[in-house]
């Protein structure tokens, strides 16, 4: 039989089948995916081969296969900082959530996921959430950010989930697609889920108002189908999103204003640090490059945004 993985709890799997069954389902033997060292060999998304067997009165599936990923998103393990973890696969656009305040979305993180899902060919969206919570300054640092990342080439869009505003949009951009939400713990995810779809129920978190960051309400990846012929992946908040199997003289490369001058540089090897004639450079000064993006780069390119936790800093 064939299927799709829905939700992964580490050793056990939920199927949907293609007859539209859903089934538990355990690995047969040990997968090791060609080139990835990751902490699980099957992520939501997948799409698997499996075998029925009876366990007592039940059905048991057995998975002997995963086929080939269209794409897939990963992000460094939580306690195994040299192994990786896959967040989700065969993905046809994520949805980044952010948010000015309560929590803070910084754009060194929106950077580095920006760069991994251009790495990892997955188109992103970047949705600014409680634009009802925010006053006229906040509103014109969201309409800055929006320009910024318009400029680049990424579509942009300024909702609500708990007003409600441009839902309508969304669930246009949705229609027959399978959609990963990915963003900071707090930032509503689950909140929009259950506006795009109230049936599901999600459940939803209040900030904790010590620290100003959401309490974790989804503990692993799982996988919905909707009412309007759409499909979502939602993921766990995530404080931090390290870069990995990344070498320095790519990252530029999932800059996409950065690639596009490459070629204009002295060197074909210019990492745009300290080289002459670099062509980004040229455009930084020349403000056709934000510097927030920039920085972003420079600390992953140095190894710096391996501090990203506490080297965090609000840029404009």
């Known amino acids: 039989m064939r299927g799709t993985v829905y939700k992964s709890t580490g050793s056990w799997y939920t199927v949907k089948a293609e007859t539209g069954d859903f089934y538990e389902c355990r690995i047969k033997g040990k997968f090791r995916i060609k080139g990835i060292k990751s902490t699980n060999p099957i992520a939501v998304g997948d799409k698997v081969v499996f075998e029925l067997e009876t366990v007592g009165d039940e059905n048991v599936g057995v998975i002997s296969r995963i086929e080939d990923r269209k794409n897939y998103i990963i992000r460094k393990s939580v306690n195994l900082s040299k192994q990786v973890h896959i967040i989700a696969a065969n993905i046809d656009q994520a949805f980044l959530m952010v948010t000015l305040n309560n929590p803070t979305t910084y754009t060194s993180f929106i950077d580095r996921f920006l760069a991994t899902a251009e790495a990892y ?27 910024l990342y318009r400029k680049i080439g990424y579509s942009c869009l300024e909702i609500s989930a708990k007003s409600g505003m441009n839902i309508d949009k969304l669930k246009e951009m949705m229609i027959g697609k399978t959609t990963m939400f990915s963003g900071n713990s707090g930032v509503g995810k689950s909140t929009l889920v259950n506006a795009l779809e109230p049936g599901l129920q999600l459940k939803t978190a209040e900030i904790s108002e010590q620290h100003m960051q959401g309490q974790h309400t989804t503990t692993f990846a799982e996988m919905y189908d909707l009412s309007f012929d759409a499909r979502i992946i939602d993921t766990p ?65 140095t190894g710096e945004e391996d501090n990203y936790r506490i080297d965090e800093h609000k840029t404009k």
């Open 121 to 147: 060919d997955v188109p992103v969206v970047l949705l600014f959430n409680k634009m009802d919570t925010y006053n006229e300054d906040e509103l014109g640092e969201v309409s800055y950010l929006v320009h």
């Open 237 to 301: 908040g995530i404080k931090g999103f390290g870069i990995v199997d990344m070498e320095k003289e790519e990252i530029g490369d999932y800059f996409p204003e950065f690639f596009k001058r490459k070629l204009n540089c002295k060197f074909n090897d210019c990492l745009h640090l300290d080289e002459p004639k670099c062509a980004v450079k040229e455009a930084l000064e020349n403000d056709e490059i934000s510097w927030s993006r920039y920085r972003s780069y420079v600390q992953m390119v």
